[in-house]
């Protein structure tokens, strides 16, 4: 399989501007994709947070396995960081979000207090492509404010935000330089978080289909059909319950792996999470 490696000239002037800005900054808001906790949480950032207290926000959870992503935050939690599992979309996000936000900052607000100062805490609003902190941001301050996409790349400067007792300021989606682990790179490909012009579309799917035979192969029958266990087999079954046919029978495979890795996307196969906290216990969140 190709070498997955994506870091765009945009995102090294992004880290530096994040670098500047770092100073003003009270606190971070680092933004994981709950399907893939450990692939989009990115060292660098943590790194730049240079201590400052995180809120890991674990979005999109529901597109996710309630059971890994409530596994997820406990394994931050017991790292010493805030963590909460969130749908920007849904009922009580921003009540949830809000309050975590309170929580991990109130030690500088009673310090600031005592000092006399009243501005509002300042927080850096982080995190790979396409995890949603732009629509955060905007279920935050309850208008739309910051400019949102489905596919990675779409924050390319930065912008404060006044929000209701804090400040935020959006970044970019930034990436590590290098991906060391090639399965988390393939996780960040599956939900988008790296430019699809770069990747192997039948690579991808054909990998995804791999891993969902391992840890859901429920989901493979009850949407496919599938009972094969070699990756191309059971993207032919995909072809053929969605009629992806040619003429005289053979298989479109390029629109079959385009729909499935759509269908994942959308949550449409169902709440799949690729990793396990388990697994991934030595993440450095």
């Known amino acids: 399989m190709k070498h997955i490696q994506w870091y765009p000239g945009h995102m090294t002037k992004a880290m530096r501007m994040m670098g500047e800005e ?20 990115n060292p660098k950032l943590k790194e730049l947070f240079q201590g400052r207290p995180v809120l890991y926000a674990l979005n999109k959870a529901d597109l996710a396995d309630p059971a890994e992503t409530d596994a997820f935050v406990r394994l931050i939690e017991g790292k010493g960081a805030f963590a909460v599992k969130t749908a920007a979309t849904g009922m009580g996000a921003k009540r949830a979000l809000v309050q975590k936000i309170a929580a991990m900052t109130a030690p500088l607000r009673e310090k600031n207090a005592e000092k006399g100062l009243t501005r509002p805490v300042r927080v850096m609003v982080a995190g790979v492509p396409n995890t949603g902190k732009s629509t955060i941001i905007n279920l935050l301050k309850g208008e739309k404010k910051a400019v949102t996409g489905d596919k990675a790349g779409v924050t390319r400067g930065k ?3 006044r929000c209701e007792g804090f400040d935020l300021l959006d970044t970019p989606g930034t990436m590590p ?7 988390l790179a393939r996780h960040l490909a599956y939900v988008g978080s790296i430019n699809d012009d770069i990747l192997e579309t039948d690579e991808i799917a054909l990998a995804l289909l791999g891993e969902l035979r391992e840890r859901y192969p429920a989901i493979l029958r009850e949407k496919f ?8 087999a059971m993207l032919e079954c ?4 969605r009629g992806f046919l040619q003429r005289g029978g053979a298989f479109d495979y390029e629109r079959g792996e385009k729909a499935l890795i759509d269908d994942f996307r959308k ?18 969140y």
Do not use: M
């Open 177 to 183: 330089p290098a991906f060391e682990n090639q399965t």
């Open 238 to 241: 995909v072809c053929r319950r």
């Open 225 to 232: 059909a599938c009972e094969e266990s070699e990756p191309l």
């Open 22 to 41: 770092i100073g003003l900054c009270d606190a971070a808001l680092c933004v994981l994709d709950a399907r893939c906790a450990a692939a989009s949480f």
């Open 159 to 161: 912008q404060w935000i």
């Open 267 to 284: 949550g449409k196969l169902g709440r799949i999470s690729l990793e396990r906290a388990e697994e991934y216990a030595e993440t450095g």
